[in-house]
């Protein structure tokens, strides 16, 4: 069974840089796609974008310029970076595995907030 | 960009009605189509792909159809336990993208 943690800090001061880690156990990953998904407090979700276990990326061009997901093999985990964030940012951030574009995998999610 | 267009937006049923839900895409997707559940607190959970076609362990009671820019998902006996948020997300072009969400609510 896969297994998917993200972790990271729960704050983030405005202008700074937000990053996450999604530690993957039950499987490796060395094989599919994997993404990350946000969701504003009591609103709907976005797809932020995705990495093959190669390196080759695709990201929302809402937020292109700003951020960056890349994987380590070697502690079998991926990451996210998202650059000048403002509360706009604001967000339950999730990883997710992706097989034929399908999230069938998901992490429980961490809140995000940027605040002073 | 993609937009997917849910509705409603909420839905007040009651157990055994049979609920529909559906998603428009601002253009054709073919059948490149995903229905996500969510609980309360929760991540969500993949229940359709591919618009019609049941992940494992979902209950038959899920169904989901369309193609094109018009998409459903039916529940034909709703249950206290599929009481969620509901949203579609297309795959056919980058970024993909989901739709606004239908929360069901019981009467």
């Known amino acids: 069974q896969v297994q998917l943690q993200e972790s990271g800090p729960g704050l983030v001061k405005p202008s700074g840089t937000l990053s996450l880690t999604c530690a993957v156990s039950g499987g490796s990953i060395s094989s599919n796609w994997w993404a990350w998904v946000r969701q504003p407090p009591h609103k709907g979700l976005e797809w932020i974008g995705e990495?093959?276990?190669?390196?080759?990326?695709n990201y929302n061009p809402s937020l292109n310029s700003r951020v960056t997901i890349s994987v380590d093999k070697s502690k079998n985990q991926l990451s996210l970076k998202l650059s000048f964030v403002t509360a706009a940012d604001t967000a339950v951030y999730y990883c997710a595995r992706s097989v034929q574009q399908q999230l069938d995998y998901w992490g429980q999610g961490t809140l995000v907030t940027v605040s002073p | 960009d993609i937009q997917m267009t849910q509705s409603p937006s909420s839905l007040s049923t009651s157990v055994g009605d049979r609920v529909t839900i559906t998603c428009q895409a601002s253009q054709d997707i073919n059948k490149y189509l995903n229905w996500y559940q969510q609980k309360p607190g929760k991540a969500p959970k993949l229940l359709i792909y591919d618009a019609s076609n049941l992940d494992t362990g979902v209950p038959s009671r899920f169904r989901g159809s369309g193609s094109g820019t018009d998409f459903t998902l039916t529940i034909t006996s709703l249950q206290s336990e599929d009481i969620a948020t509901y949203f579609c997300q297309q795959f056919d072009n980058l970024p993909y993208s989901f739709g606004q969400g239908t929360k069901l609510e019981i009467k």
């Open positions: 990495i093959h276990h190669t390196g080759t990326t």
